[in-house]
């Protein structure tokens, strides 16, 4: 069987997987490779030497921009998304394993943000804090327009989990004697923790490079997606590119972490599976 001969068609849909890989990370790549030009390069190709310069520059004082407060302000706020997902998402989807009055409308008008356009959730969430009195942030209102994104994502997931989680387990504990705290501290959480980490992946990475639904949210100071779309109009260096690199890699890191993090709790599932 292997050494059967392929046939035209596998070469066709292969050229054309290719292409679609290539149209997917081939702008970033062409980020990534720009931001290590040389000391005079500009940017655009072809490249005038290699160095690191950019990198270097980013942790100086810029005349335009501030990365360094517009990078902090993305973490927190995605670390704040990410908590705050987990949670809700969690009591959403335990609350939801029982049918209750308005438990349809309720399900629906959650997920509904997904169908609106981001930035009329924006424009309404601006509106809304200037109408009551309250200055947008990006700490309070931001917070809020980026829940809407994640919010609807975590719930669906956290569904399915519980969709397919069996109760007979809940019940064993409670013939043992373990009460309801019991029973979901060291049966249900544990058996649900990879996909908890998930939905934490999910409410960071939207939250981090979510531009639209800051754009009118984010009040006085800037997120980082907000400023490198302001610095694309007035910045001439590949500073820019190196920016793009960084947050890149810290979205990859964040991926890397989850996957290790789900990988470390299967290995420690297998390890009390056979007790």
């Known amino acids: 069987m292997s050494g059967e001969k392929r046939p035209f068609s596998f070469y066709v849909l292969a050229a054309f997987f290719g292409l679609f890989v290539l149209f997917l990370y081939g702008p970033m790549s062409t980020i990534l490779i720009l931001a290590f030009q040389g000391p005079n390069g500009g940017l655009t190709f072809p490249m005038n030497g290699v160095s690191l310069r950019w990198f270097q520059n980013l942790f100086e004082q810029q005349a335009v921009g501030d990365f360094g407060g517009a990078f902090t302000r993305s973490l927190i706020l995605g670390l704040m998304v990410m908590v705050t997902t987990v949670l809700v998402s969690l009591l959403a989807g335990l609350a939801f394993r029982r049918r209750f009055l308005g438990s349809t409308v309720l399900f629906y008008l959650t997920i509904s943000s997904l169908v609106v356009p981001s930035i009329l959730v924006s424009l309404g969430i601006g509106?809304?804090?200037?109408?009551v009195g309250w200055q947008p942030a990006?700490?309070?209102?931001?917070?809020g327009a980026h829940l809407t994104w994640?919010?609807?994502f975590g719930v669906l997931i956290m569904f399915a989990v519980f969709n397919r989680f069996s109760p007979a387990y809940e019940e064993a504990a409670r013939d043992l004697g373990a009460s309801d705290w019991q029973t979901f501290a060291h049966v249900v959480l544990p058996m649900i923790l990879p996909s908890l980490v998930g939905v934490g992946l999910f409410g960071f990475t939207l939250s981090y490079d979510?531009?639209?639904?800051t754009l009118m949210t984010s009040g006085s100071f800037n997120t980082l997606p907000l400023e490198i779309y302001g610095m694309t109009t007035n910045v001439t260096t590949p500073v820019l590119y190196a920016l793009g690199a960084v947050t890149t890699l810290v979205s990859a890191a964040a991926i890397l972490a989850a996957l290790a993090a789900i990988t470390l709790i299967g290995k420690q599932r297998k390890k009390l599976g056979p007790s």
């Open 138 to 143: 990006w700490w309070s209102s931001g917070f």
């Open 150 to 152: 994640t919010l609807p």
């Open 127 to 131: 509106l809304a804090f200037q109408i």
């Open 210 to 213: 979510e531009f639209a639904r």
